[in-house]
């Protein structure tokens, strides 16, 4: 197994024990919130932004792990008709583009989480806003390391290809 294989299978496998942990606190703080409202006619005021954030960071962290099993939206509209070796080609090519556009989502964020810092105010439970949003960097980073693992594994495929021998 290659380095960035296993890179790659450490940070899926860390990745689903974030998100399982995630989902959980967020199932059982929703409970007991439906469940302080039925019995107390209240709930906790911090459980609700909680949740959101909780929401924001499972739903960014599901986006890395679907593009590391090859699961986000895509379009494929030719390569069903293309050969073997286009096909290939063609995916080199949108995950080499998809790596460009993750670097630009990926410093977005950086300077978003810079103008969160300088102008930004207080979140929940007193931490300052930043803090919560570091999600956006962390999940376009996790994102741009498997489209660049991906492509690595693609070029590597174009290059060493073997054309199937002709009976």
Known sequence: M?????IFVAVVRLEEMVLSVLLTVMILLACYQIALRWFTAGGEPWIDPLLRYLVLWSGLLGAALATARN?????DAVS???RRRMQQWLGLLTHLFCTVVSIFLFRATILFIRSEIEFGGSGLFGLASWIWYLIFPVAFFLILLHF???TSERLRKVVTYKRPKQP
């Open 80 to 82: 069903y008709l293309l």
């Open 71 to 75: 699961h986000h939206i895509s379009m």
């Open 148 to 150: 660049a693992i991906d």
């Open 2 to 6: 290659s380095q960035a294989r296993r």
